[in-house]
């Protein structure tokens, strides 16, 4: 019973955040419940034994591949939700094989999509604009976007510039510039931030707080909902947005604009150059040297259009 609550999360995230297709959801489902079934549902299994077992059932290269990426994904979930601790999945190794682009919106879409939002001046649309802001002016991962607090915010009381503390994965701390319209912005929904507390006031220390949610802020795919509404308001195919494509059109508009790989690792907190290194794939002649600091954030081209 258990596995199968976490197996309806699991489906939940990847529908909510991931925006894949049906075929592929249903895909990893499968792939995961026949690991399960397999291991009678111990998530500490070693995970060779599983892939001796495809290989001799004669399952193909292309097959115990997927199958790996399937529990790839639902292992990092697990730890995401700290659920477990121990990722059995990371010292798997698999030959390499190409690896799908990101999906990424254009700079015209993006701000078109915040000239949209920025119309509005209802109080859901004002706290789902102040998400929106952060999501694309940090390149936060949705679950560091929600599970933001008060306290996260710094602002400098002479420059008046201010950062975000972020908690990303692993517990570890970064500190993320947060450009001065998406400023603007946050101190406009921080006068409206009690409406949504309700029975919660003056008791929960969440930036997004949410009295409908059991977390006490906004999900993760209470946004993503949100998010894909607006888009379908703006025109936008909502299969082609969740909070991650939001991400991914980040870093891309920001590597497009000239800023450098070291600088785009930090600022999305990942671990390894080597994750950053996909979004190479849209660098052209533009590529220039900048973001020498996070505080020179707002200086970047692709930002002066956008704000």
């Keep these: 019973m258990k596995d199968m609550f976490l197996v309806e999360r699991f489906e939940e995230m990847l529908i909510a955040e991931r925006n894949l297709s049906p075929n592929t959801v249903s895909a990893y489902i499968k792939d995961v ?24 059932n004669d399952y193909t290269q292309s097959s115990i591949f997927r199958n790996i990426s399937s529990l790839r994904q639902f292992f990092l979930f697990l730890v995401d939700e700290k659920i477990i601790e121990k990722n059995p999945m990371q010292n798997v190794k698999l030959k390499n094989k190409n690896i799908p682009l990101p999906k990424v919106l ?85 006068k409206i931030r009690d409406s949504f507390t309700g029975s ?19 999900t993760r795919q209470g946004f993503a909902k949100l998010l894909k509404k607006m888009a379908t308001d703006f025109g936008i195919d909502p299969k082609n947005i969740s909070p991650h494509v ?53 200086k970047l081209d692709i930002f002066k259009k956008h704000y």
Aim: charged fraction near 25%.
């Design 200 to 218: 919660t006031k003056g008791f929960n220390n969440f930036l997004f707080v949410s009295d409908l949610s059991g977390s006490g802020h906004v």
């Design 33 to 56: 419940k026949k690991y399960l079934e397999f291991t009678q549902g111990n998530l500490e299994s070693d995970m060779s034994v599983y892939i001796e077992f495809l290989k001799k």
């Design 246 to 298: 939001i991400r991914h059109a980040f870093a891309t508009h920001l590597l497009q604009g000239g800023a450098d790989l070291l600088s785009i690792q930090k600022l999305l907190g990942h671990l390894n150059i080597s994750t950053t290194q996909i979004y190479t794939h849209i660098t052209n002649n533009k590529m220039k040297t900048l973001v020498e600091k996070h505080s020179n954030l707002e």
């Design 106 to 190: 254009s700079e015209t879409e993006m701000r078109g999509l915040l000239s949209f939002v920025e119309s509005k001046f209802d109080k859901n649309t004002i706290r789902l604009k102040c998400m929106l802001q952060i999501l694309y002016a940090g390149g936060l991962r949705v679950s560091e976007l929600v599970s933001l607090k008060l306290d996260s915010i710094i602002v400098d009381s002479e420059s008046k510039k201010c950062m975000l503390i972020v908690f990303g994965k692993g517990g570890k701390e970064r500190f993320v510039p947060l450009h001065d319209t998406a400023l603007s912005t946050l101190e406009e929904y921080l």
